[in-house]
């Protein structure tokens, strides 16, 4: 600012305007419609992938199967077939192809086997589908929908989550408490805060989860109840063992009320569910086919990626000519452009999800090494940043290729 000298001998304070334009750079993702399918690829189940790939055959027509004699039947292999990029002359006609390599990180472990490459058999996929699971939702992804609603920390939230993970197919937690927070620590928080957060974890839907014992299932319940029973609450707290005996007389005696008031609250405990998580452990099959195999051949183990029936995957050695010849007209080489690279990136994707599976696969059986060996007593807690940490991957992408995948071990 500047002084100027007024007539009244006093002096105004004028001050300057400007304006400035300043050139910042800046990273921002933008994700892009072929990345956003990529990701998407990678947490669907084998049979949604079944299903993709064959709307894919219908709606493509540069897409051809690789016959199953091994012959390329009018078509050249794919870069499902080992990993290699599709025919040089079908990239030049294109232009440049979408490279997803960088989108997902693999740490794969050449130690371990990773493919056949063998011809599949032609009835494997009929085979698959008659044997596939159509599940529902699993009693640890009911509860870790609502744990993030009821914590506020991320600590928190990766205690819950280590917690339900402990949980046995009926929704007890069995294991001992103090182990578990040894054995998965997490940093800023003691074995008071798992005991806090399980608290938490035991108001969750359905009612009774993650209790200890069969009393202090019963007893959340009847504390959760909208109209409260106080006798039937102190029968199950203080005399169980007179309750599971059926011994109304020596309760009554005990509580000072009639032998009809204490069946009256026998009534309300027995409408209770001494196993919350049976309903989510019905909804299982008896039969389910894998997505990964780990086993043991020779003192050795060995991962494989269960993918045998699904199609082999091929360019279309017609199109690709079609792209050479030169009364090809520009409209109709636009076309087979798009959709070469449209076939490309599938082909690409589905190798893609193939290592992540592996890799995070791969990842599992170093921490679960003790399981795999003796069994699921050994079988330990396990959260997905542990594993992304581990194979340098994201936590959501983790999340994602193990979202409804299972695999078949030595152990079930």
Request: glycine share 6%.
């Amino acid at each position: 600012m500047r002084g100027v000298a007024c007539a009244a001998g006093e002096q105004v304070q004028i001050m300057s305007l400007s304006v400035n334009i300043n050139l910042a750079q800046k990273q921002k993702l933008v994700m892009t419609q072929t990345l956003r399918e990529a990701i998407e690829l990678l947490q669907v189940t084998s049979v949604e992938l079944s299903e993709r790939i064959e709307q894919e055959l219908q709606e493509n027509p540069v897409l051809e199967i690789r016959s199953t004699d091994g012959s390329e039947s009018g078509s050249e292999q794919g870069a499902a077939d080992s990993g290699a990029e599709a025919p040089e002359a079908a990239r030049d006609d294109s232009g440049p192809d979408p490279d997803f390599a960088g989108n997902f990180e693999d740490s794969s472990d050449e130690g371990y086997e990773y493919g056949t490459g063998e011809a599949r058999d032609p009835d494997a996929k009929q085979q698959f589908l008659e044997g596939a699971l159509q599940r529902g939702q699993t009693l640890s992804e009911h509860l870790s929908g609502q744990l993030r609603l009821v914590t506020f920390t991320e600590e928190d939230f990766r205690i819950g989550e280590i917690l339900i993970s402990c949980l046995d197919e009926n929704g007890y937690f069995r294991r001992d408490l103090a182990e578990v927070a040894a054995a998965t620590p997490v940093p800023g928080r003691d074995v008071e805060d798992f005991s806090r957060v399980l608290s938490l974890v035991q108001t969750l839907d359905p009612l009774g989860v993650a209790a200890r014992s069969l009393q202090e299932c019963l007893l959340i319940q009847l504390r959760e109840r909208d109209v409260r029973d106080p006798v039937a609450e102190t029968v199950v707290e203080d005399h169980f063992d007179l309750l599971e005996k059926r011994s109304w007389r020596q309760i009554a005696s005990k509580l000072g009320i009639t032998v009809a008031r204490v069946e009256e609250a026998s009534k309300v405990i027995a409408g209770l569910e001494p196993l919350p998580g049976r309903s989510f452990a019905a909804a299982s099959v008896e039969y389910v086919v894998p997505d990964v195999i780990v086993r043991e051949e020779e003192g050795e183990f060995v991962i494989v990626v269960n993918d045998d029936w699904l199609p082999r995957l091929s360019i279309s050695k017609t199109y690709r000519n079609l792209m050479r010849r030169k009364d090809t007209g520009n409209e109709v080489k636009t076309y087979i452009s798009d959709k070469l690279a449209s076939a490309q990136w599938l082909i690409r994707s589905i190798e893609q999800r193939r290592e992540t599976l592996y890799a995070v696969t791969a990842a599992i059986f170093e921490e679960q090494r003790q399981f795999f060996t003796h069994g699921p007593g050994h079988l330990r807690p396990l959260t997905l940043r542990q594993i992304a940490e581990r194979i340098g991957m994201h936590e959501s992408t983790v999340s994602r290729v193990t979202s409804n995948k299972y695999v078949q071990t030595g152990w079930g």
